[in-house]
């Protein structure tokens, strides 16, 4: 039986994607695996509906994330083998159920294993269910305690919601961890309190690690580290190297020499210069510092004996934080210490942290899980739906045909967009009440499959309009309060308005039929035919259908359209496009063509020469497929972003820049700009600032030098030194998949390292670039204390 895998997903990082598939048992297969006496997760159903459809694609999901610990994933299709206990019944395509051989050892409905977290953390704590200690109380943490003293160490988790990324992180931890530390899982706001939380009803998951292991005496507690970073694989990982870290490291070379474990984890350094007059003292400030700093700061004491040691002797302690040189300053006392680090430089790094996340997000694929989590949490607590029509099969269709716009969400309560976007759909409802011919309607596609079927819809959350007569139009806009009311609003407007005289067609293009409007768009589409007979009305009416909601188009079909185009190149049929009174119209050839191709027609004409970039209209720009020429400009609106904007127009109403994409990105509207900017040259230079991108050429792209004006003569020149190869690149779009940053991100080699016997738990299975299960332990250093002590014998999971 074929067993397809894929590499785990760890700290926020995937690997490169392999063919996998879920694997389907037949009865007989089903049955030989019972025998085995592997664990296997396994789903049974019948057929699939909406919801099943969704929920089939995040187990797929799951056979990659669990192959790594031995556990496959199944589906038993009953309507081709029945199994006996499994294959009928209520509990039928509600239920999954995990078992080792024959034996089950728990059931899930599948409204809790509602996606691959979900799925990997159950099943991991399933399976851990003898290693990892669940408690409710502080007294039970407390019996924990005291069986690990002069033991083991013990790493508590407190997870507020079961089933989301966090719980999974911790999961992942503990299979890899479990061997060598006893760890601990509460969701109690009890434990919380009894942990030194002030606020035990916050909703954020948390990590301490106590020092049981070296507690001698019951009558002591065990000292506890909190992790002060939010609860991610990568951070737990971080976070136990540092507790295996030595308190104080020793060494005998200035600060810049030093190589401790904190360095490569990217942490703080604290360096404190002993005398030998005041060495006993010394250590212990040290110490005291240590203790207070443990997890955030490492801390090093260099003895000033060593003729090593060349730092000039007014200075008596340094810092150095990640990538940045060591700094020097003296020391009055601890307080100043703990006040420099505590108020000032954690804080900075914390932002830093912060930041590089936000930017990075892109290339690592990290999951938001803000909307999960909450949206999961207040899952039975839903939004007050009392301006949104709730349908059901009997309501739906005399609903949709009774008013003039019927507009309807489909949606799943346990979906986290559809429940994000939700809010913003009963806000514009609320703005539309009272409307007239107006109705905001929505579907429950979780319990109403049948009306979700009938309309295909696969994928949620959809919006469709429907009007009495007419097809349903898809809502295909950003999904937020404003671009959605936006296409309601202009749904209601006539696509095509049909215009019967030159004076309507003047009042629709600059005059009251223009100003109805003005405040939905400033762009209008003409559609100029010379007879109603005109073989090109047909297509193009069902193109005005098409973009209602979209686009503002008109349509005059008469022999007067003639002298709209009197003078131009153009004959009829045409288009007429116009952004407004005072602007000069352009004119464009309609080509005999479908519907659909007059849609696409029609999208790009309405496109602006010399655009501002947004979220929202960057795809149909980069459809254009021209090399961009983009202007960044600053927050604020400054006199030298506004003289930069005229410049560029220069050429471009001369047709000079004919052969690029002139446009620009306000960072203070659109702020993903900045992250564009330092993706592409690697650094945010001073703004504004020119640059091409060649995306499809071969990703160069090319900065205006900052030191030279930016004027249009400047800008021509510069693109004729770039057309002409006479200018370097300054920066290179990456095209193809990063690899983990550095070494410790290699989960499965830290599953060797701290579980020399694992590599013979995973199976029959090799990977290419073995590792040796035990590495050679050297003698204790000073300088060494990344080093890895010996692990103790491992506890074997049950699992195991």
């Given amino acids: 039986m074929c067993i397809f895998y894929l590499f785990a997903f760890l700290f926020g990082l995937t690997a490169e994607q392999c063919s996998s598939e879920l694997i389907e048992d037949s009865s007989q297969s089903f049955m030989e695996k019972m025998h085995t006496g592997k664990t296997s997760f396994i789903y049974f159903g019948n057929h699939v509906n909406p919801t099943i459809k969704l929920f089939m694609e995040q187990l797929e999901m799951s056979a990659d994330a669990l192959e790594d610990y031995g556990i496959s994933v199944v589906k038993v299709n009953c309507s081709k083998d029945s199994i006996e206990n499994y294959c009928t019944g209520e509990k039928l395509m509600t239920k999954a159920y995990l078992f080792r051989g024959s034996e089950v050892l728990r059931s899930f409905d599948i409204d809790t294993v509602f996606d691959v977290n979900a799925i990997v953390s159950h099943v991991l704590f399933s399976v851990l269910f003898n290693e990892v200690r669940y408690v409710?109380?502080?007294?039970?943490?407390?019996?924990?305690?005291?069986?690990?003293?002069?033991?083991?160490?013990?790493?508590?988790?407190?997870?507020?919601?079961?089933?989301?990324?966090?719980?999974?992180?911790?999961?992942?931890?503990?299979?890899?961890?479990?061997?060598?530390?006893?760890?601990?899982?509460?969701?109690?706001?009890?434990?919380?309190?009894?942990?030194?939380?002030?606020?035990?009803?916050?909703?954020?998951?948390r990590l301490w690690f106590l020092h049981c292991k070296g507690v001698s005496s019951q009558s002591d507690p065990c000292p506890s580290i909190p992790m002060r970073k939010p609860l991610k694989t990568i951070h737990i990982h971080t976070f136990l190297q540092l507790m295996e870290a030595p308190l104080v490291t020793e060494a005998e070379v200035d600060p810049s020499e030093v190589d401790v474990v904190h360095i490569h984890l990217g942490v703080p350094v604290l360096f404190l210069f002993s005398q030998t007059q005041t060495q006993h003292l010394d250590r212990a400030t040290a110490q005291t510092l240590a203790l207070q700093l443990r997890g955030e700061v490492g801390v090093v004491?260099?003895?000033?004996?060593?003729?090593?040691?060349?730092?000039?002797?007014?200075?008596?302690?340094?810092?150095?934080?990640?990538?940045?040189?060591?700094?020097?300053?003296?020391?009055?006392?601890?307080?100043?210490?703990?006040?420099?680090?505590?108020?000032?430089?954690?804080q900075e790094h914390k932002i830093e942290d912060e930041e590089g996340d936000e930017e990075q997000w892109p290339d690592l694929d990290i999951l938001d899980d803000e909307v999960s989590e909450s949206v999961y949490r207040d899952r039975d607590h839903m939004p007050d739906l009392e301006s949104v029509a709730e349908l059901t099969s009997d309501t739906f269709q005399t609903t949709v045909t009774q008013n003039d716009i019927t507009v309807v969400l489909f949606y799943l309560k346990w979906d986290a967009v559809c429940m994000a976007f939700i809010q913003s759909y009963i806000e514009v409802a609320d703005a539309l009440e009272g409307m007239s011919g107006v109705e905001l309607a929505a579907v429950d596609c979780g319990e109403l499959t049948d009306i979700c079927s009938d309309q295909n819809v696969t994928s949620f959350p959809t919006v469709m309009i429907y009007r009495p007569m007419a097809p349903a139009q898809p809502y295909r806009g950003m999904l937020g309060t404003t671009s959605l009311h936006k296409f309601i609003l202009l749904s209601l407007v006539s696509s095509p308005s049909h215009l019967s005289s030159s004076a309507e067609v003047t009042s629709f293009l600059e005059g009251d039929l223009y100003s109805k409007h003005v405040y939905l768009s400033a762009v209008r589409v003409l559609g100029l035919f010379s007879s109603t007979q005109d073989t090109g009305v047909t297509s193009f009416e069902e193109a005005a259908r098409l973009l209602r909601g979209e686009t503002i188009l008109g349509l005059f079909a008469n022999k007067e359209a003639e002298q709209w185009v009197e003078g131009l190149s153009v004959n009829l049929p045409a288009l007429l496009v116009s952004r407004g009174?005072?602007?000069?119209?352009?004119?464009?050839?309609?080509?005999?063509?479908?519907?659909?191709?007059?849609?696409?027609?029609?999208?790009?004409?309405?496109?602006?020469?010399?655009?501002?970039?947004?979220?929202?209209?960057?795809?149909?720009?980069l459809d254009l497929g021209k090399p961009l020429l983009l202007l960044f400009i600053g927050k604020e609106d400054g006199t030298e972003s506004t003289k930069s904007l005229a410049e560029i127009k220069r050429p471009l109403s001369s047709g000079q820049l004919d052969s690029f994409l002139p446009c620009w990105i306000h960072l203070g509207r659109t702020p993903v700009g900045r992250s564009v900017l330092e993706t592409y040259l690697g650094f945010v230079p001073p703004l504004p600032a020119l640059v091409i991108s060649k995306l499809r050429t071969g990703g160069e792209v090319f900065l205006f030098p900052p030191e030279r004006p930016l004027m249009a003569k400047n800008i021509l020149q510069w693109i004729h030194d770039v057309e002409n190869g006479q200018e370097q690149p300054a920066g290179l779009i990456p095209d193809g998949k990063w690899g983990p940053p550095v070494p410790f991100f290699d989960f499965l080699a830290i599953m060797d390292q701290e579980a020399p016997t694992y590599a013979t738990q995973r199976g029959p299975k090799m990977k290419n670039g073995g590792r040796e299960g035990n590495r050679e332990q050297k003698p204790n250093q000073k300088q060494t204390p990344h080093s890895s002590p010996n692990p103790q014998a491992p506890r074997q999971h049950s699992e195991l």
């Fill in 581 to 621: 009174p005072g602007v000069p119209h352009e004119v464009y050839s309609i080509p005999s063509s479908s519907p659909t191709e007059q849609v696409l027609l029609i999208k790009r004409v309405e496109l602006d020469h010399f655009p501002e970039l947004t979220v929202e209209n960057l795809p149909w720009y």
């Fill in 136 to 205: 409710h109380t502080p007294a039970e943490l407390l019996r924990v305690e005291s069986a690990a003293k002069q033991n083991t160490d013990v790493v508590v988790g407190h997870i507020p919601v079961l089933g989301l990324p966090e719980h999974r992180a911790l999961m992942e931890s503990a299979f890899v961890y479990g061997t060598k530390y006893q760890f601990v899982q509460t969701t109690g706001s009890l434990v919380l309190k009894h942990m030194g939380v002030v606020d035990a009803s916050s909703s954020q998951a």
């Fill in 301 to 346: 004491l260099i003895s000033r004996e060593s003729p090593n040691v060349k730092t000039p002797l007014k200075y008596n302690a340094a810092y150095r934080l990640p990538q940045e040189d060591v700094k020097y300053f003296t020391l009055n006392s601890a307080e100043e210490v703990m006040k420099l680090f505590k108020e000032e430089l954690l």
